[in-house]
């Protein structure tokens, strides 16, 4: 179902965030434990709260993490594990999620404090946006032609 992938590619994009505030010295800032909440705005115009938690596993190197996300709302829950590789200014990566057994790709660059992305999965498309300021993360993505029209989500360290 659309709305399904469109919160599992939302998945995908919190465990970026941390990435746009770790330009020179990679994503060692993501390292650990983050949770927050948001919404959810589907094509209807219903909105849903959204809570999540994520670990990440950064590499020696800074460079790429292994990420593990639940995240739920009143009408989903979805379980991802990510893989994600920074080269320069660009970011490139691979979700599995294993509720609906789903997967994608994910790329982009960084820009300052932001990212830009797309995802990608058979069945769906979106834009990401994202900042980070501190051990503050903000998430948005839009997402047309799906059940899932926006998702907005804040996440905290620790």
């Known amino acids: 179902m659309p709305s399904a992938v469109a919160l599992r590619a939302l998945a995908l994009l919190i465990l970026l965030p941390g990435a746009a505030g770790a330009q020179t ?3 060692g800032i993501l ?7 948001g919404s959810v705005t589907l094509a209807s115009g219903a909105v849903e709260r959204i809570r999540c938690q994520a670990t990440y596993e ?9 990420q593990n996300l639940r995240c739920r709302s009143d009408s989903y829950d979805f379980n991802l594990r990510a893989s994600v590789v920074r080269s320069g200014d660009a970011v490139d990566g691979t979700w599995i999620e294993a ?5 994608g790709r994910i790329s982009g660059r960084i820009s300052g404090n932001q990212i ?8 769906f498309a979106a834009n990401l946006n994202l900042a980070t ?8 993505i839009r997402s047309q032609g799906t059940e899932l029209s926006t998702v907005s989500i804040v996440l905290r360290r620790g």
């Open 25 to 27: 010295s990679g994503f």
């Open 31 to 37: 390292s650990g434990s983050w949770s927050g909440s």
């Open 58 to 66: 950064v590499a020696p190197s800074g460079n790429n993490f292994q």
């Open 99 to 103: 509720v609906r057994n789903a997967n």
């Open 116 to 123: 830009q992305a797309q995802i990608q999965g058979p069945a």
């Open 133 to 140: 300021q501190g051990d503050r993360q903000t998430v948005s």
